[in-house]
């Protein structure tokens, strides 16, 4: 498995595979559940190298560390997970 970070420069930088329509999952510790984003809807801060903005499906703005990330989708297909239990937060 690949480092979400050289997976989310991917997306960024190679414009071929990055025209895709993506999903990423994260975990929320309030919630205790995956919540899934489009990456539409998620910013990375420059400079930021540790953590995102993401506007949840409520609305909600939250400040998200990459470790949250648990799994990103590509057109609706999972390309990448986390191994591990989901509540390891």
Do not use: K, N, S
Not at 28 to 41: G, M, N, S
Not at 65 to 76: A, F, K, M, S, T
């Amino acid at each position: 498995m690949i480092p979400i970070q050289d997976l989310l420069h991917r997306i960024r930088w190679d414009p071929e595979f990055g025209r895709a329509t993506f999903v990423i999952g994260y975990f929320d510790r309030v919630r205790h559940a995956i919540v899934r984003v489009p990456l539409t809807q998620v910013q990375f801060e420059p400079g930021d190298r540790f953590a995102f903005t993401a506007v949840d499906p409520d609305g909600l703005v939250h400040e998200v560390p990459l470790h949250r990330i648990r799994e990103v989708c590509r057109d609706g297909a999972l390309i990448w997970q986390r191994p591990g239990p989901a509540g390891g937060g």
